[in-house]
């Protein structure tokens, strides 16, 4: 088995690595690139104003240049969506291609428990969290950078300096004040955990009817819903207590510097108009430049779900899966001829000894004869085709069935109503697949398609006969045989065929 170290964060962030991306990027930059061309013009239009020859022209500039940058903006986020998307979709693919071939984890419940949040949300989660946290924080550093060179350019080099020194100040406090804020908020989630935990016994003293027991718990209740509110009110001062002295900062540094400049330059009129012109412009830059630095913490938080998709991209096998077989108890049998196999190496040479017929497992209850199955399939991997006792394998023949509630220009569905969960989907997808079907004859539609449809060497079958009637088994029956006129069936039948 692969170890999870061989997947690491690096390994997930080049699923990002896609046109859609690289299409947001271009975007970004055009969108901000137009914002920091309207302070251009706004500086211009300030220039105009103290020269007095003003015009029309320049805030017809300002819409055009406004009307692109917004456009930019909105489609950026088409490409953002792709960008996610294409992201989660190529973590499945590569997750299967990395796993399709270990057949010991799929009875394996712990594994199963462990990972499967990953494949059905968590993944997903992240990946969208990490591009729309990219697209915004991109979109700052672009707005900050973009602007402040055109108000370097165009009214003081200074300008782009003390945005520059507020960033590092900014990042530096950022990460000097990571911890406390992170333990402000830790042990705020903590109190509020403790709260919501003496809510699960609310039911049993509230309708026993008891009053000294819900009095016990009301007075417990109480002071926990107390603790809760300090801890969440001392979380919220740290945080908008940050949030305010960095802001302090910000304006403190960049409009120091604008005094200056004005200082500096009180007698240049048209220069003094621009700078008045584009304060509210620095003031919003100082309110982004906090967001920005303050996005540190945002990012370390979805790097920190990354390790763990990362660290679950190879699920720890049950070391003991072979052992579990005992192979004492096991008899394979084909035709008259019977073998007791001694390991696991010895019943893959039965099974491929000759390239076709059909051998019969058998053993009594606990043997290991569908550990067996999976442990041929994982020495096999793509020779053998493996059909297990319970699936939720797609099949051809109803894997088109929609699910309820799927149209989108369906009349009937309520605007206000939230969407399906997608465990809910599943189920209904489930239902519909098996509506017009009893369970014996999805068995033997099962069983046509993988005759019609597959070509394998050795095909794995596990209780295949368990829900068909005694046509239904005949016509399967039939259908195995003429696998094993052109492959070698290894089965586990429901009843002894022999």
């Given at each position: 088995?692969?170890?999870?170290?061989?997947?690491?964060?690096?390994?997930?962030?080049?699923?990002?690595?896609?046109?859609?991306?690289?299409?947001?990027?271009?975007?970004?930059?055009?969108?901000?690139?137009?914002?920091?061309?309207?302070?251009?013009?706004?500086?211009?239009?300030?220039?105009?104003?103290?020269?007095?020859h003003i015009t029309a022209r320049d805030f017809v500039?300002?819409?055009?240049?406004?009307?692109?940058?917004?456009?930019?903006?909105?489609?950026?986020?088409?490409?953002?969506?792709?960008?996610?998307?294409?992201?989660?979709?190529?973590?499945?693919?590569?997750?299967?291609?990395?796993?399709?071939?270990?057949?010991?984890?799929?009875?394996?419940?712990?594994?199963?428990?462990?990972?499967?949040?990953?494949?059905?949300?968590?993944?997903?989660?992240?990946?969208?969290?990490?591009?729309?946290?990219?697209?915004?924080?991109?979109?700052?550093?672009?707005?900050?950078?973009?602007?402040?060179?055109?108000?370097?350019?165009?009214?003081?080099?200074?300008?782009?300096?003390?945005?520059?020194?507020?960033?590092?100040?900014?990042?530096?406090?950022?990460?000097?004040?990571?911890?406390?804020?992170?333990?402000?908020?830790?042990?705020?989630?903590?109190?509020?955990?403790?709260?919501?935990?003496?809510?699960?016994?609310?039911?049993?003293?509230?309708?026993?009817?008891?009053?000294?027991?819900?009095?016990?718990?009301?007075?417990?209740?109480?002071?926990?819903?107390?603790?809760?509110?300090?801890?969440?009110?001392?979380?919220?001062?740290?945080?908008?207590?940050?949030?305010?002295?960095?802001?302090?900062?910000?304006?403190?540094?960049?409009?120091?510097?604008?005094?200056?400049?004005?200082?500096?330059?009180?007698?240049?009129?048209?220069?003094?108009?621009?700078?008045?012109?584009?304060?509210?412009?620095?003031?919003?830059?100082?309110?982004?430049?906090?967001?920005?630095?303050?996005?540190?913490?945002?990012?370390?938080?979805?790097?920190?779900?990354?390790?763990?998709?990362?660290a679950h991209m190879h699920p720890a096998a049950d070391?003991?899966?072979?052992?579990?077989?005992?192979?004492?108890?096991?008899?394979?049998?084909?035709?008259?001829?019977?073998?007791?196999?001694?390991?696991?190496?010895?019943?893959?040479?039965?099974?491929?000894?000759?390239?076709?017929?059909?051998?019969?497992?058998?053993?009594?209850?606990?043997?290991?004869?569908?550990?067996?199955?999976?442990?041929?399939?994982?020495?096999?991997?793509?020779?053998?085709?493996?059909?297990?006792?319970?699936?939720?394998?797609?099949?051809?023949?109803?894997?088109?069935?929609?699910?309820?509630?799927?149209?989108?220009?369906?009349?009937?569905?309520?605007?206000?109503?939230?969407?399906?969960?997608?465990?809910?989907?599943?189920?209904?997808?489930?239902?519909?697949?098996?509506?017009?079907?009893?369970?014996?004859?999805?068995?033997?539609?099962?069983?046509?398609?993988?005759?019609a449809k597959t070509d394998c060497q050795v095909y794995?079958?596990?209780?295949?006969?368990?829900?068909?009637?005694?046509?239904?088994?005949?016509?399967?029956?039939?259908?195995?045989?003429?696998?094993?006129?052109?492959?070698?069936?290894?089965?586990?039948?429901?009843?002894?065929?022999?």
């Amino acid at each position: 088995m692969p170890p999870s170290t061989t997947f690491q964060p690096r390994d997930f962030l080049r699923y990002f690595v896609s046109p859609a991306a690289f299409g947001m990027l271009v975007l970004i930059i055009v969108q901000e690139a137009g914002s920091a061309t309207t302070t251009w013009l706004v500086i211009q239009i300030a220039r105009d104003i103290a020269e007095e020859h003003i015009t029309a022209r320049d805030f017809v500039e300002i819409v055009v240049v406004q009307t692109v940058s917004y456009i930019a903006g909105a489609v950026s986020w088409i490409f953002a969506e792709r960008a996610g998307f294409a992201a989660y979709a190529r973590y499945m693919l590569d997750f299967a291609r990395r796993n399709r071939s270990r057949t010991a984890l799929l009875a394996d419940g712990g594994a199963r428990e462990q990972v499967e949040p990953f494949l059905t949300n968590e993944t997903f989660d992240v990946s969208f969290d990490l591009i729309y946290n990219l697209q915004y924080y991109l979109r700052l550093f672009f707005q900050l950078l973009f602007n402040a060179l055109v108000l370097g350019f165009e009214i003081d080099a200074g300008l782009p300096i003390a945005f520059a020194a507020v960033f590092v100040i900014l990042i530096t406090l950022q990460w000097l004040l990571q911890k406390p804020l992170a333990a402000a908020f830790l042990h705020n989630q903590r109190m509020t955990n403790r709260m919501r935990a003496r809510t699960y016994n609310a039911w049993d003293n509230i309708f026993s009817g008891n009053r000294y027991n819900f009095t016990l718990w009301h007075r417990d209740f109480r002071q926990r819903v107390g603790n809760a509110v300090v801890a969440q009110i001392r979380a919220i001062l740290a945080r908008e207590g940050w949030s305010a002295i960095s802001g302090v900062i910000a304006l403190v540094v960049v409009l120091s510097t604008t005094a200056w400049v004005a200082i500096q330059d009180a007698g240049n009129t048209t220069l003094l108009i621009a700078l008045a012109a584009t304060l509210p412009r620095q003031i919003e830059m100082t309110l982004d430049m906090h967001q920005l630095t303050g996005g540190l913490t945002d990012l370390v938080a979805v790097w920190t779900r990354i390790r763990g998709v990362c660290a679950h991209m190879h699920p720890a096998a049950d070391t003991e899966f072979v052992a579990r077989i005992d192979f004492e108890r096991l008899v394979l049998r084909e035709g008259e001829r019977e073998w007791v196999c001694d390991s696991l190496a010895d019943a893959v040479h039965r099974v491929l000894a000759v390239p076709t017929g059909l051998v019969g497992v058998r053993g009594g209850n606990g043997s290991g004869k569908s550990t067996l199955l999976s442990a041929l399939k994982c020495r096999l991997r793509g020779q053998a085709y493996y059909w297990p006792t319970h699936d939720r394998l797609v099949f051809e023949f109803n894997a088109g069935a929609p699910a309820p509630g799927l149209s989108p220009a369906d009349s009937t569905l309520d605007p206000d109503a939230d969407a399906e969960d997608a465990s809910e989907i599943s189920v209904a997808e489930e239902i519909e697949q098996k509506k017009g079907y009893s369970s014996g004859e999805r068995q033997l539609r099962v069983l046509q398609e993988i005759v019609a449809k597959t070509d394998c060497q050795v095909y794995l079958l596990d209780e295949w006969d368990a829900n068909l009637d005694l046509a239904n088994r005949a016509a399967a029956s039939a259908l195995v045989g003429q696998l094993a006129q052109r492959a070698r069936v290894v089965e586990i039948s429901h009843r002894d065929r022999h």
